[in-house]
């Protein structure tokens, strides 16, 4: 919170200055004394209190839990919990911003008393995602509005616009081409493997004694691990990515966390493990684990503004790779399932996931399309885009292109059975 | 107190307050008022307050202009932060209205970015080889429109005349125009089908 | 971080504040005035202004063919009306204040009724500057009554205060966000504080003269220098405060 004191109610002091300078000047009492008026203006300025920031805020939404288009009324209610008049509140709500204001206003001016509220409402339309309203900006001024104060009045307020994935399972989505388990056969493993006639040197515990006593035949019984395949969650969010297909819908980055989020929930469903590399500004890698405590840092990571930040970053300096990396997916989770969530507005993560695919690696594309035919050059675009889906599926690549005014588990399903 | 606007401000008011009371007293016994006395001509007095005040109220005015903004450095929260749509770069050259010259890198570019649409959408209708789509490219057979196919041809750009290198900067927009609605026109052929 | 975010997609000035900042400030110019050639184009600019007025109005309520029609009617006669005033045969110094005031009116309208949306603030001090210099300059030249020019300068402090109020709204909430009340508190304040300065000032002005002594004159033009230097606000870095 900070205070300021404006400069305003000089004006009134140079009219008070400029009166009595030019009324001694010309020797006119009467303007003398016409500077009274200012003079008084301008110690009302110095008189107020200074407004103190004793205000709570209550938000509430219509829906929130709205599916995706839906429009959401969202009331604002703000009280002065002090004892003091607030004579001039302006608030500006802190709307998330991947949802726009499409009736009323998020803003509201008002004076109050002790304990007293004002409520005001606007209408926002859903998109796919999860939501977090941001603390309200609030500026007070005292009755002469020669004090500001500035401050951030904070309610926790979540909408959560969810597509969930129920029925499509995690062998469809992310191990199409391959199994769900990893099958290590070094003999020391739980489940059973096989069965072979004794050699010296085989430990005894290997040896089937059941069979020994009822057959009287030395065997030797051999086991193998199987662990559950791995699905590292690949997200594309290089500065490219930020784009829309209109303004008023949020960009293929944010659609991109929206389906992490929804596949990281349907993978610690299944207990299976899951990892996490963000390629955008920042890297960063999470190796696939299991267990609420990993899944929970990975949804965080997902939620880390300066990791994905909603906002577009600047535009990379010319001559800077833009490319998604493919070493470190190649040589670190080499054997997990990558799921490539990206808006396949360039060729590098069509080469990525191409290149991973001819290394025998289980790869799939997860698209939000997020190209306009608005144009001609936007249309073009799209063809791109089309053809990069063709490309990977070419390529034994899964595909799944998600339209986001659909339900994300449709596209799944769509995409799992093509 | 401690502030120092506050010390000057009280200190002002202080003199002020002085001033206005031996002020007073002197107007309202004029014996005081007789043993005063004002080494100068009358009106000197009131120049020398014209001018001071006239300074003071040239210093305070570009602080009434230059107000302290209590806005800061947040975008708006009634839109969605504005991001381009795909193609915003192409869009400039394709569905510009007014004639445009473009350098001769860029327009490189475009024509590149182009010929590998065309290649790749040809791949997808067609289900060939990369290969026998760069073949139909170089014969112009996968479209009826002639521009389109003579501009991305896989061909020298120019022989290097004046003239000519005059034209192919005059109409290349329109020609990438033609190209790009010639290769949409062949992917809607496909979804059709 | 705080502080409001940048301008809202509709920033016009708060309506009732702006109301009230037209209505001083053409009552200033009013009461400034001391030749009926002077009251007369003012009183067909306010007209012309309040069609100005009205027609902003319609044009936000979807009446927009309508409402410009209106608006560029209104600024017609209002500008026809100040420049009529030429033919008027006044001498030149009440002429020039007729058209300061006339001229700073329509600044202060247009800014706080804005037709194009920026430059709302500047209009509105120029505006007010205007005005102020021609009821001053009235009292000065033509020797208007001291309870006219009094209640003119104080309503010129009024409709500063108040269009400022309008403007600031409007830059921070919009037009469309519900300010009444925040409208009403400031503007019944400032009334307050406009009143007691004419009381104050006329007061001030009945009490008589004692002496003349030039000693006292000059200690009093110090009180009053020393007294507007302490009532100065000087622009400082915000203090955080918890």
Known sequence: MTARRTTRWNSALIAALLTSGIGALVADPTLLLLSIPPVVFAVYSHVPASPATTLELERSCTEPAPSHGQAVEVTVTLKNAGDRTLPNVCLVDGVPPMLSVTDGSARHAAALGPGDKTTFSYTVTAKHGTHRFRPAAVVLEDISGSVAVETNVETETELACRSPVRTATLEQIAHRYAGSTITVDNGHGTVFSTVRSYQPGDPQRTIDWNRYARDRELTTISFRDERSRA???????????????????????????????????????????????????????????????????????????????????????????????????????????????????????????????????????????????????????????????????????????????TALETAIRAGANR | MSNPRSIIRWISAAGGILSLCAGLAVLVAPPIGGALHWPWDDEILLVAFFVVVFVIAGLLLPFVLLDDSDRADRTPPEPIPSTPPPGRGLEHVLDRRWLLSLPPARRHRVRGGLRRTTIRTIVRTEGCATETARDHLADGTWTDDPVAAAFVRPEPESDGSLLRSLRERLYFTRRARRTARAVLMLAAEDARR | MSGLPDKPTDPTPASASAGVAFVAVFGACI????????????????????????????????????????????????????????????????????????????????????????????????????????????????????????????????????????????????????????????????????????????????????GSSIGGLALLLVATTTFLLALAHFPQMPTPRQ
């Open chain 1, 231 to 405: 699905t590292l969650l690949c997200l594309d969010a290089r500065e490219v990515c930020y784009r829309s297909d209109s303004s008023d819908e949020p960009h293929a980055v944010f659609y991109a966390c929206t389906v992490a989020r929804e596949l990281l929930d349907t993978i610690a469903t299944a207990n299976g493990p899951v990892g996490l590399a963000v390629f955008g500004t920042k890297q960063r890698y999470i190796t696939p684990n299991t267990g609420a405590h990993h899944v929970e840092t990975i949804r965080q990571t997902l939620n880390d503004p300066k990791l994905l930040p909603l906002e577009p970053p600047n535009r990379t300096r010319p001559g800077d790779t833009d490319e998604l990396p493919i070493r470190p997916l190649r040589t670190r989770f080499g054997e997990a399932s990558i799921l490539l969530i990206s808006p396949l507005l360039d060729d590098s993560p069509l080469e990525t996931a191409r290149t991973l695919r001819t290394d025998g690696q289980p790869v799939t594309v997860i698209s939000p399309a997020v190209t306009a035919t608005r144009s001609l050059g936007t249309a073009v675009a799209g063809l791109r885009r089309d053809n990069r889906l063709g490309a990977l599926r070419r390529s034994n690549v899964t595909v799944i292109d998600w339209d986001p005014e």
């Open chain 3, 31 to 210: 009461a400034g005035s001391t030749d009926p050639r002077q009251t007369a184009p003012l009183l067909l600019e306010a007209i012309g202004l309040t069609l100005l007025i009205g027609g902003g109005l319609l044009r936000r309520r979807r009446y927009r063919l309508v409402g410009s029609a209106v608006t560029g009617f209104g600024f017609i006669v209002a500008t026809v009306a100040l420049g009529a005033s030429v033919t008027l045969s006044l001498p030149l110094s009440p002429l020039l204040i007729l058209l300061a005031s006339g001229s700073g009116t329509l600044l202060v309208t247009l800014g706080v009724f804005p037709v194009y949306g920026r430059f709302a603030r500047s209009f509105t001090t120029a505006g007010v500057a205007l005005v102020f210099a021609g009821v001053t300059a009235t009292a000065l030249i033509d020797g208007a009554p001291l309870w006219r020019s009094t209640v003119a300068v104080t309503m010129v402090l009024l409709s500063w205060d108040t269009a400022e109020r309008a403007v600031t709204l409007g830059e921070r909430v919009g037009g469309a966000a519900e300010t009444r009340s925040v409208e009403l508190a400031g503007a019944m304040a400032s009334s307050g504080v406009a009143l007691i300065a004419i009381i104050l000032t006329i007061a001030v002005s009945r009490i008589p003269a004692i």
